[in-house]
Nanobody, 122 residues
C-alpha cells in the first residue's frame, strides 16, 4: 500500500502562485507515476498533470499548460505541482494520485491523497 498526503493548498489572488506537495509513504517502490487532479464544486474530477517517476516525463491538461509545472523528488518520495498565474477557474480541491503505470487524461491510478483546497479570488 501507498499513502499520499497533499499539502500547500490555500487562498490566493488571481495571478498568484501556490506550490502543492504530495508526500508518498509505504510501498513507494511500486510508484511509477504520479498525477494531479482537481474537482470543482458541481463538476467531475479532471486530470491536471502527470509525471513518470523515473524519467520525469510530463504531461499537462491544456487548461494548465504553460502555467503549472509538475515535478518530483525521488529521494524524498514527494511530488510537486507549481501553479503560477492562477485564475479563479483554477479553484478546486486538488488531489494527487500514484500508481505503477504512467497514465494521462485518466483517473485510473491506484492510490489517492485526501485532497487540498485551492481557492483563487478574482
Amino acid at each position: 500500500q501507498v499513502q499520499l498526503v497533499e499539502s500547500g493548498g490555500g487562498s490566493v489572488q488571481a495571478g498568484g502562485s501556490l506550490r502543492l506537495s504530495c508526500a508518498a509513504s509505504g510501498r513507494t517502490s511500486s510508484i511509477y507515476a504520479m498525477g494531479w487532479f482537481r474537482q470543482a464544486p458541481g463538476k467531475e474530477r479532471e486530470f491536471v498533470a502527470a509525471i513518470s517517476w523515473g524519467a520525469g516525463i510530463t504531461y499537462y491538461a491544456n487548461s494548465v499548460k504553460g502555467r503549472f509545472t509538475i515535478s518530483r523528488d525521488n529521494a524524498k518520495n514527494t511530488g510537486y505541482l507549481q501553479m503560477n498565474s492562477l485564475k479563479p477557474e483554477d479553484t478546486a480541491v486538488y488531489y494527487c494520485a500514484a500508481g505503477p503505470i504512467f497514465r494521462v487524461m485518466s483517473n485510473d491510478y491506484d492510490y489517492w491523497g485526501q485532497g487540498t483546497q485551492v481557492t483563487v479570488a478574482s
